[in-house]
């Protein structure tokens, strides 16, 4: 499992080494490809209400704990003013969710590390 992006002194870094992880977490032929409380958000029914708010506490967490992480970037400089943190959130894990999905129908540990390179250009305040 993938560290969160709180675990690096310097936010960026962080939010990159969590998509890189996540590349190869989820492409790992070692287990199931993806995340289970990604994937699991499909597979529902009223028998098993309980495990799908279980789940969505989780991702809705997870979006927390980024949004968290970002407005304390925001407020060290590290980001700009004006930066939206909670899209940012929002976005971040939409990535991973992505990334997830994708794991499941079978990209690789390089195309996911792709998409994490990719997904980290929309950094605010990055010189072009």
Not at 35 to 42: D, G, H, K, S
Not at 48 to 59: G, S, V
Not at 75 to 84: E, Q, R, W
Request: aromatic share 8%; net charge neutral.
């Amino acid at each position: 499992m993938p560290r969160t992006p709180r675990d690096a002194s310097d936010p960026r870094s962080g939010f990159a080494r969590m998509l890189h992880e996540a590349a190869v977490s989820y492409s790992d032929p070692r287990h199931p490809a993806g995340c289970l409380v990604i994937t699991a958000a499909t597979n529902y029914s009223t028998q098993t209400a309980d495990i799908e708010q279980n789940l969505r506490e989780r991702r809705v967490t997870n979006v927390r704990v980024f949004e968290d992480r970002l407005n304390e970037a925001k407020d060290a400089g590290s980001l700009p003013a004006d930066a939206d943190t909670r899209a940012l959130a929002v976005y971040f894990a939409a990535v991973v969710q992505g990334m997830s999905q994708q794991a499941r129908d079978g990209a690789s540990t390089e195309e996911l590390r792709r998409v994490a390179w990719y997904a980290m250009t929309v950094w605010p305040g990055q010189a072009s």
